[in-house]
């Protein structure tokens, strides 16, 4: 699928003629840098001796945390802090497959975009002359809000089910991962079923604070929680609407 993006990509819009690009653009690499930084910090930088300035930065952390505990916590967090695609006949490149060019073009067809690429190639191998592109990028708008809808739909109904689940499993004891840390207390992913919940920093006791520059917890005996950390949890309640978790921390 990549190679064809790419091949598609260099032929027409390498050429200079529209096209239409699934983009994780190298205008929008700044951003998706700056949160890959917050979990790439000091215990990572320092640890593996790297910052995240750019895709290949990325890819060496990710190369540098295998086989780590955390490894599996950092990936996700990786792919979280990228930059969400977006289509339009404005060729930005590729960020997260570090490719100058890249056209949206899929076999077998999966979504509309793929289907409008299909139809320019067709154009151009019939020499029939440049499309309107005006009409092109509304496509591209409204295609791009419909997938997000569409995207956001569904993990909605995963957090739904994931929520209904686990409130009948109140008195079941769980182990899992910590995903994310924040100032309020830990993201936690439960192994087995990847369902993820929250654990307030009230549980942890000992008075731990959230340390964002290092990204970990931190208490004043001097003990810490890392990205990874394994531990066991109870459901304590939820909320079906809101589609939320709080777990307990089991001593």
Partial sequence: ???????????????????????????????????????????????????????????????????????????????????????????????????????????????????????????????????????????CKHDSMMEKRAADAERASIKYKQVEYLLMRKDQIFSGKISGITNGGLFVELEGNKCEGFLPIEDLGFGFHFDKAAYIMVNQRGEEIHLGDELEVKVKSGDMLERQIIFSLVD
């Fill in 1 to 139: 699928m990549d190679i064809f993006g790419t091949s598609i990509g260099d032929g027409i819009i390498g050429a200079g003629i529209s096209a239409i690009g699934g983009l994780l653009g190298n205008d929008q690499s700044a951003a998706s840098a700056q949160a890959a930084n917050e979990f790439s910090a000091q215990q990572y930088a320092t640890r593996y001796q790297t910052t995240v300035k750019d895709m290949q930065a990325i890819k060496e952390l990710l190369a540098r945390v295998a086989g780590e505990q955390e490894e599996s916590m950092v990936q996700i967090m990786a792919i979280r802090a990228m930059a969400k695609a977006e289509y339009s006949t404005n060729n930005i490149g590729h960020f997260g497959l570090a490719f100058s060019y890249y056209s949206h073009f899929t076999s077998p067809i999966r979504r509309y975009p793929d289907v409008l690429v299909h139809r320019l190639l067709d154009r151009y191998i019939q020499d029939q002359g440049l499309p309107n592109v005006a009409k092109l990028d509304l496509h």
